[in-house]
């Protein structure tokens, strides 16, 4: 089957649990935020345009970093791979558990300034047809350097939450092909997307490609 090639873009709104202003009220209000509140604040922050930090790819290691200004706490909630769990809900106790327990080292709570509180949201992803398809494996190639980092995203980051396997969205179609794409398959799978810019993971995606590519034409 063809591969359509989708774009997205995200409508942010606020979920209905109070802000938190300071650490501990971060700590409490984790525990009823919802499922798609914790994947926007861990995951969709790569598509975000608002969202630029060079260090922390979450935005509660952001929110710790710069608002309460807890280098140590940020550190701790920057190294959580959300897709490297089963599900969000070990997310939510991982989450707690680094919170809880920096709450036990500080001699007092970390508040942040006014104005500074951080406020659970949640999107709902917009999803649209590019026009364009994929027929074989040398069309994905061919078509990665003039995909929107929008398509990236949703082919890439987002199908690991939508599809049942977990997988992207290539792969998955290439998947189809069976031994034919089997080394690409695997130069996909090496990817260590969730560290990366988009920017970065496209050209990393145009990288790989292109090598098997290469390797494949003089095999």
Known sequence: MPFAIKDCALIPRMVGIGRAMNLRELQERIQMAPVESLFHHFCETVIRPTFDDPEFRNDLAVWASHS????????????????????????????????EERLAELPHIPWAPR???FRFMQAVTVVFDTGK??????????????????????????????????TDDFR?????????????????????FYFLAL????????????????????G
């Open 172 to 192: 998955a179609w290439l998947a189809d092909f069976n031994e034919h794409t089997k080394k690409l398959c695997e130069a996909l799978k090496s990817i260590d």
């Open 115 to 117: 104005g500074d509180e």
């Open 68 to 99: 309460l200004r807890d280098r140590v706490l940020a550190e701790r909630l920057g190294i959580i791979n959300p897709y490297a769990l089963n599900d969000f809900e070990e997310l939510r106790w991982i989450v707690q558990d680094i919170l």
């Open 133 to 166: 398809k994929l027929e074989r494996p040398a069309d994905l190639v061919r078509e990665l350097p003039h995909m929107s980092l929008g398509s990236v995203y949703y082919h890439f980051v987002e199908a690991r939450r939508r599809t049942e396997s977990k």
């Open 199 to 218: 920017p970065e993971l496209k050209q990393a995606l145009i990288n790989k490609t292109r090598q098997i590519s290469v390797e494949t034409a003089h």
